[in-house]
């Protein structure tokens, strides 16, 4: 699996990689972090992620999975919450996910497979 996943890195690994993963709240938000120190994204990639998260791309394409997870976020919860991606060319990226801080009480579970939860 690593050789895999390192076959067909962009470059070459030259330093010791790391994810943290950090869960807080800030006001009424439950804010998911997922950081790494890697090669980081390109700002043209990054501005086309963030314009389909913004819907003003409507073909997500290639970022699918972001969209889908963003999109569900919303739809449950509303606009105010969903992914957000920051990076930086050789410093890494970090991923948030925002969410309330206490589930709605209008029921949007139901039907959802969230019964009893």
Known sequence: ????????????????????????????????????????????????IRLTLSKAQTDAGRYFALNNVHQRIQILYGEAYGLEVESEVGKGTLVRINLPKTPPKNGISAGMGLEGE
């Open 1 to 48: 699996m690593s050789r895999s996943i390192t076959s067909k890195w962009p470059e070459p690994l030259t330093r010791q990689g790391t994810v943290a993963i950090r869960g807080y709240l800030k006001g009424e938000k439950l804010i998911f972090e997922a950081e790494d120190n890697g090669v980081g994204i390109q700002p043209d990639v990054l501005q086309d």
